[in-house]
């Protein structure tokens, strides 16, 4: 069995890094390379940059190369992607997985045609979702101020079939809260998908992170607060748990993930 991975989230607006609340409120951090730098030497899994403010602006390419060249971890990277041109262009310069959200809800072609291009492997289809009024969960992209009728586990089994290698879901209401996952929905996406699923939104201590993983099924989980925060005050401190913790927790329960 492969160890379950545990993979920071680095948001970044207009070049400085945040942490969002429900995607809505947010908190500034500081410098999106001196959080980087951090996490090298805490000697994460895996690292996801996502832009909220590359939609409109653009992709920050000298960030990107800039984080591609200090990181020592596998990097992904989502925000403002329109094109097999920009997928291939991050790749060349360092990162090994591209991350897809708005882009789906016009097409999945773009999906395809990277996955075609860089390889499946390297395609990560990111579905965030939140609660109506009736409490059923639905679609919403760009920073979920657009909001759909789309069921997320419909969305995240056709980006599946058009080339996703893995999924990143995020239920908005759990975003930043700390509370624990939408534990629900990850077990019926996993028990549906074929590829690894990625939970994200809640993560307030490693049962929640042991729970998602070992009862739920998720493959890896996606974590913002929990890594940028420390203490009930919230004062902001990089870090990472050590691989002792993570035993001692349940995140890692088998010495063969060793």
Do not use: W
């Amino acid at each position: 069995m492969n160890r379950p991975r545990l993979i920071p989230i680095m948001l970044i607006d207009k070049g400085d890094l945040i942490k969002t609340i429900m995607f809505d409120k947010y908190v500034y951090l500081g410098d999106p390379i001196n959080a980087l730098k951090i996490f090298n030497e805490k000697e994460v899994d895996e690292l996801c940059i996502i832009d909220r403010s590359a939609s409109e602006n653009g992709i920050n390419f000298k960030l990107l190369k800039e984080m591609a060249d200090e990181a020592f971890m596998p990097l992904s990277y989502g925000g403002g992607i329109k094109s097999v041109n920009d997928a291939k262009k991050i790749i060349n310069i360092g990162f090994e997985k591209i991350v897809i959200n708005e882009a789906t809800y016009n097409s999945f072609q773009l999906v395809k045609d990277i996955s075609d291009e860089v390889g499946r492997q390297s395609v990560v289809v990111s579905i965030d979702y939140k609660l109506n009024l009736f409490h059923k969960r639905q679609c919403c992209y760009h920073n979920c101020k657009k909001r759909t009728t789309i069921d997320p586990l419909d969305h995240a089994l056709k980006a599946i079939n058009y080339g996703a290698g893995e999924l990143i879901v995020t239920s908005v209401d759990h975003e930043g809260k700390m509370q624990g996952f939408d534990y629900d929905f990850i077990e019926k996406l996993c028990k549906k998908a074929d590829v690894p699923i990625i939970a994200h939104g809640g993560a307030g201590d490693l049962q929640h992170i042991s729970k998602v993983i070992h009862q739920h099924g998720a493959s890896a989980v996606a974590v913002g607060s929990l890594f940028v925060f420390y203490g009930k005050k919230k004062g902001v401190l990089i870090n990472y748990p050590d691989f002792q913790n993570l035993i001692d927790k349940g995140v890692y329960t088998n010495e063969k993930m060793y």
